[in-house]
């Protein structure tokens, strides 16, 4: 029998800033990659709504941490311009987007 989680839809952490200020997150998603031997985690502030603008914050997840179920530590920054395409290239695909910026098309759900 398998231990599910209480929401298994959505997972939140909590970022905690320079200044101990603690934001709550929910998590879009993670993933690893082979290609740079890292997990990454993408974030978003939590209680957002689906058609609120949000900015989306993505960070490499500490060495050996399971991105199915993180752990939780130092989340480290992404620091070369490779990764960043990397992470764009993934979340495009997980938002259904291709590389063409055909936004103008289909506006029908943006209501």
Do not use: C, H
């Amino acid at each position: 029998m398998q231990n599910m989680a209480e929401d298994p839809t959505q997972q939140q952490i909590t970022l905690v800033d320079d200044n101990g200020e603690e934001t709550l997150y929910d998590v879009l998603f993670t993933f690893k990659s082979e290609d740079f031997d890292r997990s990454y985690i993408l974030i978003y502030p939590a209680g957002k709504k689906d058609d609120d603008e949000v900015e989306i914050e993505a960070y490499a997840l500490p060495a050996g941490d399971d991105p199915s179920d993180p752990q939780g530590g130092e989340l480290q920054p992404i620091s070369t311009d490779k990764e960043w395409d990397m992470i764009e290239s993934v979340l495009n695909t997980f938002l259904g987007k291709d590389g063409d910026d055909q936004d103008s098309g289909d506006d029908s759900d943006n209501q």
